[in-house]
């Protein structure tokens, strides 16, 4: 088979996965989804809220809520007072500004990079996406491709690769959309919100791993699901597990660390496994969410003591999807049919 075949071949998964989410209507509820999320960013306006953030000042600001007392004395002092308004709906819904307008929109874009996209928009996608593997490993569908002089290793990574480029096109409509609409309404452009992209196809393509495995044993959507969920439970509570165990003697005097062997357990069982967790924490560090939000102690340790390592977590992430795939391409090439 020729490099040009294998790329015309992986062309054709890739159009092929399109047209099954198209049938399926997974394309039209997604790109709907992401049309609410840009909507909701075309509906908001910032009235007022100069910046409080200055260059070579102290970014020293008074709330709204602040006594007359105070407010009479902020200006003396050099500190600003929070003002301005954020409106939601074309103006149905009016919130005021505990902080300056970036700020605001800065607080926008964490809850939807954090909230929707990276929890219940991985989830969605994982939910959505989990038939398409066993519909196309299906005994009556897949025959008629191994007829043809392809690897079947290919064949099965190939419609992977379609699965990740749609979920991938999925990602950039709607965090590209979202940020584009906020940046028209409201003129402020934070690109440090697009890190959103790939750090959400990267959480996808673990956790789909698995689901490629179970599918090319069990060929069952429902088990594919449940596979992928669970396999994202197990790693979230091992990857935030490593980081307690590292933690808890640092944040509390009086526990006492663990047994080296059990520690030893317990960091190997965190680099064999992909790492939500860690990854989560990089979105937070790319778009600067602890601005807004109190991180978990035990993360917030971790980073302190300089025990976690942002690109040892991708990179042993990335091989243990590699593997799983590598065993899912394995039991693929070896079913009869």
């Given amino acids: 088979m020729s490099r040009f075949d294998m790329l015309r071949t992986a062309a054709w998964l890739i159009r092929d996965t399109f047209r099954q989410s198209l049938e399926s209507r997974v394309f039209w509820m997604m790109l709907a989804l992401s049309g609410l999320g840009v909507l909701t960013c075309l509906s908001i306006d910032v009235q007022g809220g100069a910046p409080l953030h200055r260059p070579d000042e102290r970014p020293d600001f008074l709330p ?42 800065h607080f926008i874009q964490l809850v939807l990079a954090a909230g929707a996209a990276d ?59 979202t ?8 003129g402020i452009w934070d690109s440090s919100y697009l890190w959103g992209i790939p750090l959400l196809v990267l959480q996808f393509a673990i956790f789909f791993s698995v689901s490629a495995l179970i599918a090319a044993n069990r060929r069952r959507t429902v088990a594919c699901l449940l596979g992928s969920f669970l396999f994202w439970f197990l790693c979230w509570g091992t990857n935030y597990g490593r980081h307690a165990a590292v933690a808890l003697p640092e944040l509390n005097r009086e526990i006492a660390p663990l047994s080296p062997w059990l520690r030893g357990t317990v960091e190997v069982g965190y680099w064999a496994l992909p790492k939500p967790a ?24 971790v980073q302190r003591i300089h025990r976690f390592h942002p690109i040892l977590s991708v990179l042993s992430s990335l091989v243990a999807a590699g593997l799983i795939f590598a065993a899912a391409v394995r039991s693929f090439a070896t079913t009869d049919y």
């Fill in 119 to 177: 929890t219940v928009g991985l989830l969605l996608a994982l939910v959505w996406t989990a038939g398409f593997l066993p519909a196309f490993l299906a005994p009556g569908a897949v025959t008629v491709l191994l007829a043809k002089p392809v690897p079947r290793g290919f064949l099965l990574l190939g419609k992977a690769l379609g699965v990740l480029t749609f979920v991938a096109f999925q990602a950039t409509v709607f965090f590209l959309g």
């Fill in 179 to 186: 940020w584009t609409a906020l940046g028209i309404r409201t």
């Fill in 278 to 301: 860690d990854l989560s924490i990089i979105l937070s560090r790319a778009i600067d969410a602890e601005h807004h939000f109190t991180a978990v102690p035990e993360f917030e340790t």
């Fill in 64 to 105: 709204r809520t602040a006594s007359d007392a105070e407010r009479a004395l902020a200006p003396r002092d050099g500190v600003d007072i929070a003002n301005g308004s954020l409106t939601l709906a074309f103006g149905a819904f009016r919130i005021p500004l505990g902080r300056d307008s970036q700020d605001a929109v």
